[in-house]
């Protein structure tokens, strides 16, 4: 009864912990040191969380486009995204957002392509200003978001 009056307030797993390396001190009366130990095993399990590497915590960034971020094309007949890293890619999504803010849905990914990397076949385009608003999920499971606009012009005749 003694012990558990004087392991108030301590995580129910360092009090067991405490129990079984300091039983002696606390039976005999060693509050102090119990106490101080429990803090110090408080703190380490504190200090190892937040020393924890931080890799864990990449997101997917867009490396590069094609068609690039706010360039001047003819109607191009794929969309290619390049990511940092590995994607999930059932989970990820791209919508084409064109003149007269219709929207198009990119279903089809090409299957051979690397997995880092997104690449849609892309419909007929007529010129106007496209948004491509793509979400993707990184396979370290954190979801990103962005947009990559460009501008398709009519062939010019010959």
Known sequence: ?????????????????????????VASGGRAMS???AVAIFLGIIGACVAAPAT??????????????E???LAPKRLVLRFNSRLEKPLCSVQL????????????QEADA???TLVYMMPPLEPGEYRARWKVMA???H????????????????
Do not use: N, Q
């Not at 009864?1 to 001190?25: D, F, N, Q, W, Y």
């Open 71 to 73: 360039e001047t094309v």
């Open 35 to 37: 106490r101080t130990l």
């Open 139 to 141: 396979a370290d499971g």
């Open 56 to 69: 864990s915590l990449a997101h997917a960034i867009i490396l590069e486009s094609e068609p690039h971020h």
């Open 143 to 158: 979801v990103t978001e962005g947009t990559v606009v460009f501008t398709v012009v009519a062939p010019t005749a010959r």
């Open 97 to 108: 957002v064109g003149p007269r803010r219709r929207s198009i849905a990119l279903f089809r």
């Open 114 to 116: 690397a997995p880092d």
């Open 1 to 25: 009864m003694k012990e558990s009056l004087l392991l108030r307030g301590v995580p129910i797993v360092l009090s067991r912990l405490l129990h079984k390396t300091c039983a002696p001190e």
